[in-house]
């Protein structure tokens, strides 16, 4: 089981960019499933990016073309670049790692069942 821990987030203008971190420890962000989530007050946690170990990501339709995913292997971190923000954006962000190593071309799922270790969120608020 790995200890994560998010950073980066905070207030944004609207169409601004932001890129939060998540520093992972216990495993190696390289050989398995990764991914962010975001949730809003009240709601459930929605997978919005995943990243495989083959580098395959998986975006959902909310933040295509706007988010990236990406990783350092060499600093174990994982991060979620994020464009042209509006306010459906704020929420809390989560990265989650799953629990087994795998690799397969196929993207990784964007569903919270699938994701054992979480880290503790950070916040994103976008003002106008």
């Known amino acids: 089981v790995g200890q994560l821990v998010e950073s980066g987030g905070g207030s944004v203008q609207t169409g601004g960019s932001l890129r939060i971190s998540c520093r992972v420890s216990?495993?190696?962000?390289?050989?398995?499933?990764m991914a962010w989530f975001r949730q809003y007050p009240g709601r459930e946690r929605e997978g919005i990016a995943t990243?495989?170990?083959?580098?395959?990501?998986n975006y959902s339709d909310s933040v295509k073309a706007r988010f990236t995913i990406s990783r350092n292997d060499a600093q174990n971190e994982l991060y979620l670049q994020m464009g042209n923000l509006d306010d459906e954006d704020t929420g809390m962000y989560y990265c989650?790692?799953?629990?087994?190593?795998?690799?397969?071309?196929?993207?990784?799922?964007?569903?919270?069942?699938?994701?054992?270790?979480w880290g503790q969120g950070t916040q994103i608020t976008v003002v106008s």
């Open positions: 989650a790692t799953a629990s087994q190593p795998f690799y397969s071309v196929h993207p990784c799922v964007r569903l919270s069942t699938a994701y054992l270790s």
């Open positions: 216990g495993i190696s962000v390289g050989d398995r499933c």
């Open positions: 990243l495989g170990a083959s580098g395959t990501t």
